[in-house]
């Protein structure tokens, strides 16, 4: 059945394999991000290995009114959207107080506010349709406080319980919703938060085997998707209470990023 894949974040990481392994499935896709080149450059090369559709919308999330803007884009070229993948998101981390405001108001923004919104936007569509697929892009920290990196975790808390609730909103009337909490992956990510030390674990994985699992348990209907043995070990075996003892402990493991490191003027940077 003919279909159109959204992706945001679609100009690196994960969302560039997001968009390449459902182009290999013969997904159209609708690829969302500021980097309108890095986006034209994928949408050629998918065209062209594949044979799908790839339609480029430069937006930044961040703004209040992106996903109405990402719409009306979908409205202008006569496009409705089937899978919704909305996977743009950045992290912030360090003391809270030495983060910026604005930058966590950004963050915010691209990984919570404009998620609700587009989903806001194209949820509708799909129930009038009778069908369509919602992947939301948590992470691992969203099972627990994280400090220094407490806005961060908390957006990502946030929409693993936002798509677990929606799932049980829609199952029964043709939508999937499947939240995927990957643990740390390989992708530029770490630049933007600019320090490796956020991979609180250190081992990374890279984004094809995260995406393809994620693909896998979207067929499967599955909730959520903790690609890796040991991250879905570390995040259903944590306990859960007291939760003041929970964060203590998030607390000592993820301390490590206070350390000066050789990349740390990258974070100065760009939370300047
Ligand atoms: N990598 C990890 O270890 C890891 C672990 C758990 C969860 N995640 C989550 O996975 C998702 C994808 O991240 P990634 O690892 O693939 O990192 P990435 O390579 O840095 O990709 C982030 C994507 O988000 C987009 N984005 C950021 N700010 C945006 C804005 N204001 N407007 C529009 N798009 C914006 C970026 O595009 P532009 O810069 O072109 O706008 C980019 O395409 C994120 O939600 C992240 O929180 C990552």
């Known amino acids: 059945m003919h279909s159109t894949a959204l992706i945001t974040g679609a100009s690196s990481g994960l969302g560039a394999e997001f968009a390449a392994q459902l182009a290999a499935q013969g997904h159209d896709l609708v690829l969302v991000a500021r980097s309108g080149d890095r986006l034209a450059a994928l949408a050629g090369r998918l065209t062209a290995?594949?044979?799908?559709?790839?339609?480029?919308?430069?937006?930044?999330?961040?703004?209040?009114?992106?996903?109405?803007?990402?719409?009306?884009?979908?409205?202008?070229?006569?496009?409705?959207?089937?899978?919704?993948?909305?996977?743009?998101?950045?992290?912030t981390c360090g003391r809270f107080e030495e983060i910026s405001g604005a930058r966590d108001h950004d963050q915010l923004m691209v990984n919570v506010v404009a998620l609700v919104d587009l989903t806001h936007e194209l949820l509708p569509g799909m129930l009038e349709r009778g069908r369509?697929?919602?992947?939301?892009?948590?992470?691992?920290?969203?099972?627990?406080?994280?400090?220094?990196?407490?806005?961060?975790?908390?957006?990502?808390?946030?929409?693993?319980?936002?798509?677990?609730?929606?799932?049980?909103?829609?199952r029964k009337r043709g939508i999937r919703v499947l939240t995927l909490c990957p643990g740390p992956v390989e992708t530029a990510f770490f630049d933007t938060i600019g320090t490796r030390r956020a991979a609180v674990t250190g081992s990374m994985t890279t984004p094809e085997p995260?995406?393809?699992?994620?693909?896998?348990?979207?067929?499967?209907?599955?909730?959520?998707?903790?690609?890796?043995?040991?991250?879905?070990?570390?995040?259903?075996?944590?306990?859960?209470?007291?939760?003041?003892?929970?964060?203590?402990?998030?607390?000592?493991?993820?301390?490590?990023?206070?350390?000066p490191s050789a990349d740390a003027s990258t974070q100065r940077e760009r939370t300047a």
Do not use: C, W
Not at 136 to 144: I, L
Not at 220 to 232: H, M, Q, S
């Open 210 to 259: 995260v995406v393809r699992a994620t693909l896998r348990a979207l067929e499967r209907d599955r909730g959520y998707v903790i690609p890796g043995f040991g991250n879905a070990l570390a995040a259903h075996l944590t306990p859960r209470r007291p939760r003041t003892m929970v964060a203590a402990i998030a607390e000592r493991i993820t301390r490590k990023v206070l350390v």
């Open 49 to 91: 290995e594949h044979g799908v559709r790839a339609h480029v919308l430069v937006q930044d999330l961040a703004e209040p009114d992106a996903a109405s803007r990402v719409a009306d884009g979908l409205a202008d070229r006569g496009l409705s959207v089937d899978l919704l993948v909305n996977n743009a998101g950045f992290g």
């Open 132 to 170: 369509g697929s919602i992947i939301n892009v948590a992470s691992n920290a969203g099972f627990q406080p994280s400090p220094y990196f407490a806005v961060y975790g908390a957006s990502k808390s946030f929409v693993l319980n936002f798509g677990l609730a929606l799932r049980q909103e829609y």
